[in-house]
């Protein structure tokens, strides 16, 4: 049975505004401790830590090009999949999601329909200062991202003031429902005790939606026994658990159909395991990229170094875009809404503290 070792990098919890942490991603390849091993030998034979860490290599430019050509031979001779997505951007979306869509569901309109609420989104992320005023645009998200979380009526209080306290009439198509309503029926949605902010789960789908395309036989998955990885292992369980047929579409090439071919998942020492290892440098690449990218690093290996070696179906991202046509293309057709509801009620609610 085909085995995906993963990693992740850039968790951190509920908090999407953590500004030394702003990209999150994961990674899955498919290979075995063997191979690991010997390609971990043979691009650094002199290594003498315990354990291949991507950090710790990188902080070395000396070591940049053994990094890209082990990457190169990863992407080229492994199937794998990398996500990486913008946490500040995944929480605007999360605003349009249970700040915004409610009011406009109640009114019979498909506030998914074509990936609307992608464009407003990155309208938003891209404009709000601006267009909302700065720091105000900040506040409102900070008090969003609180208000899920604490659930409480002084936190809901604290964030429809917030919406307020911006320039909401520049954007009352997005901002107006709370602004000038308080919407009832956003402010339940983001009180429902299934609702939060973690990106977990958004990392998972977009990783197991395309390894469920890459295979045609069950495949199962290793991961790091990390704090961090506690959540994804709790959500993966679920999802594997899942036996109902049923398939979801979110854009023009990704869907999810139960039940999965994913059928195992299993937490190892990434110390006893070199393919974890590899899942941890090719996350750790990546989310160095982005960052470089972003202008938020200016050391790491280069980004179009990096970029050129993936082939177009092993790196998905989640970011911004103000190419309103590709996006409605790309997403024509989406059953958003229809998923949504249907995770929400047959897979997820609240975990418990100890992420099960």
Same mark, same amino acid.
């Given at each position: 049975?085909?085995?995906?070792?993963?990693?992740?990098?850039?968790?951190?919890?509920?908090?999407?505004?953590?500004?030394?942490?702003?990209?999150?991603?994961? /990674?899955?390849?498919?290979?075995?401790?063997?191979?690991?091993?010997?390609?971990?030998?043979?691009?650094?034979?002199?290594?003498?830590?315990?354990?291949?860490?991507?950090?710790?290599?990188?902080?070395?430019?000396?070591?940049?090009?053994?990094?890209?050509?082990?990457?190169?031979?990863?992407?080229?001779?492994?199937?794998?999949?990398?996500?990486?997505?913008?946490?500040?951007?995944?929480?605007?979306?999360?605003?349009?999601?249970?700040?915004?869509?409610?009011?406009?569901?109640?009114?019979?309109?498909?506030?998914?329909?074509?990936?609307?609420?992608?464009?407003?989104?990155?309208?938003?992320?891209?404009?709000?200062?601006?267009?909302?005023?700065?720091?105000?645009?900040?506040?409102?998200? /900070?008090?969003?991202?609180?208000?899920?979380?604490?659930?409480?009526?002084?936190?809901?209080?604290?964030?429809?003031?917030?919406?307020?306290?911006?320039?909401?009439?520049?954007?009352?198509?997005?901002?107006?429902?709370?602004?000038?309503? /308080?919407?009832?029926?956003?402010?339940?949605?983001? *009180?429902?005790?299934?609702?939060?902010?973690?990106?977990?789960?958004?990392?998972?789908?977009?990783?197991?939606?395309?390894?469920?395309?890459?295979?045609?036989?069950?495949?199962?998955?290793?991961?790091?026994?990390?704090?961090?990885?506690?959540?994804?292992?709790?959500?993966?369980?679920?999802?594997?658990?899942?036996?109902?047929?049923?398939?979801?579409?979110?854009?023009?090439? /990704?869907?999810?159909?139960?039940?999965?071919?994913?059928?195992?998942?299993?937490?190892?020492?990434?110390?006893?395991?070199?393919?974890?290892?590899? *899942?941890?440098?090719?996350?750790?690449?990546?989310?160095?990229?982005?960052?470089?990218?972003?202008?938020?690093?200016?050391?790491?290996?280069?980004?179009?170094?990096?970029?050129?070696?993936?082939?177009?179906?092993?790196?998905?991202?989640?970011?911004?875009?103000?190419?309103?046509?590709?996006?409605?293309?790309?997403?024509?057709?989406?059953?958003?809404?229809?998923?949504?509801?249907?995770?929400?009620?047959?897979?997820?609610?609240?975990?418990?503290?100890?992420?099960?």
């Amino acid at each position: 049975m085909q085995c995906y070792r993963i990693d992740e990098s850039g968790y951190t919890g509920f908090d999407l505004l953590n500004a030394d942490q702003p990209f999150q991603g994961a /990674a899955a390849i498919a290979i075995n401790d063997g191979d690991a091993e010997r390609l971990i030998r043979e691009h650094f034979p002199m290594l003498q830590a315990s354990e291949l860490k991507y950090r710790s290599l990188s902080r070395r430019p000396a070591n940049h090009p053994r990094l890209l050509a082990l990457l190169r031979d990863l992407l080229t001779e492994y199937q794998s999949v990398t996500y990486i997505c913008d946490k500040r951007f995944l929480l605007v979306l999360m605003f349009c999601d249970y700040a915004v869509e409610p009011y406009y569901y109640e009114r019979g309109y498909d506030f998914y329909a074509d990936g609307q609420n992608y464009a407003m989104a990155s309208l938003l992320t891209m404009t709000g200062p601006t267009l909302l005023g700065d720091p105000e645009f900040g506040e409102m998200l /900070a008090a969003f991202q609180h208000a899920v979380k604490e659930k409480s009526h002084g936190a809901l209080r604290a964030f429809v003031d917030a919406v307020r306290a911006t320039k909401w009439l520049q954007f009352p198509e997005a901002l107006g429902p709370i602004a000038q309503f /308080a919407a009832p029926e956003c402010q339940a949605a983001i *009180a429902h005790p299934g609702v939060d902010t973690d990106a977990a789960m958004v990392v998972l789908q977009s990783l197991i939606s395309r390894m469920e395309v890459m295979n045609d036989e069950p495949y199962r998955i290793e991961h790091d026994r990390s704090k961090n990885l506690a959540r994804y292992n709790a959500l993966l369980e679920r999802l594997i658990g899942h036996r109902d047929e049923i398939e979801l579409k979110h854009t023009k090439i /990704a869907s999810l159909k139960f039940p999965l071919k994913l059928t195992e998942v299993h937490q190892v020492d990434s110390k006893d395991s070199p393919a974890v290892q590899l *899942a941890d440098v090719m996350i750790g690449a990546a989310i160095e990229v982005a960052l470089v990218m972003a202008g938020k690093r200016k050391d790491g290996i280069d980004p179009d170094a990096l970029m050129s070696l993936y082939a177009e179906e092993q790196f998905i991202h989640l970011t911004p875009s103000l190419d309103f046509a590709e996006q409605r293309e790309f997403r024509a057709g989406t059953e958003a809404s229809r998923a949504i509801d249907y995770m929400a009620a047959n897979i997820f609610g609240p975990l418990q503290e100890d992420g099960r």
